[in-house]
């Protein structure tokens, strides 16, 4: 059955801690995505990744980074230099860039 | 810069009445088109989208939507409202020669019974 998957579902930041969000896909799609959702403003764009070890900055890209080591995972990592990141993030994917997004569930963090 | 702009944060229906959900883009050039919808704490799902060819397209659960050219516009309708149509929906927009998806800040739809 074919998906993306992200984990966790919640997170919690202490802080100055870096934490990882999760983002794994089978859909052998080559592009990948993060966005961060905040209530009442659309979808914004923090990282994208039209292939293998290879990634762009989007338009929140302070205070994130990324890795795309494998076609199947493209984790986001929170640093502590991000001073605002309790937010709902997305993870996306499709086939090429100019091709229809995909979706994963999303992982809500929050910051202690 | 490409925009989007959603008319109204929340709309309210009573079920069995016609859904609309207005949905308005900036670009000069006809842009690529999208509808999703987002249930409480989950993903987005795509509901329909609009390339080429016949402007009024027709997308799951019963919704459609019509792009035209002239109103720069892509308004979301569905012809009799369901309590499972109850999420948010969110207009976006991919310039043709961009990948980038511009998105508007969403619609609350809200289903009376």
């Known amino acids: 059955d074919g998906g993306i998957t992200q984990s966790p579902k919640y997170l919690f930041r202490k802080e100055g801690q870096n934490v990882t969000l999760s983002c794994e896909q089978n859909l052998n799609h080559d592009a990948m995505y993060w966005y961060r959702q905040d209530p009442g403003q659309g979808l914004r764009l923090i990282y994208y990744?039209?292939?293998?070890?290879?990634?762009q900055k989007g338009d929140i890209a302070e205070g994130y980074s990324v890795s795309r080591e494998k076609k199947e995972s493209f984790p986001l990592t929170v640093t502590s230099a991000q001073k605002n990141p309790t937010a709902f993030y997305l993870c996306a994917s499709s086939m090429g860039l100019q091709e229809t997004q995909y979706f994963g569930p999303g992982t809500r963090l929050l910051v202690l | 810069a490409q925009s989007v702009t959603q008319l109204g944060s929340h709309v309210s229906v009573s079920e069995g009445a016609l859904v609309l959900l207005r949905c308005n883009y900036s670009s000069s050039v006809p842009p690529y088109l999208f509808w999703y919808v987002q249930y409480p704490n989950q993903g987005l799902q795509l509901l329909l989208k609009y390339t080429t060819g016949a402007t009024l397209v027709k997308g799951i659960n019963g919704f459609e939507a019509e792009f035209k050219k002239s109103e720069t516009s892509f308004h979301l309708t569905k012809p009799s409202a369901h309590m499972s149509d109850a999420a948010e929906y969110c207009c976006?927009?991919?310039?043709?020669?961009?990948?980038?998806?511009?998105w508007g800040a969403g619609t609350k739809l809200i289903i009376k019974p």
């Open positions: 976006a927009v991919s310039d043709r020669s961009n990948y980038q998806l511009i």
């Open positions: 990744s039209q292939i293998v070890n290879d990634f």
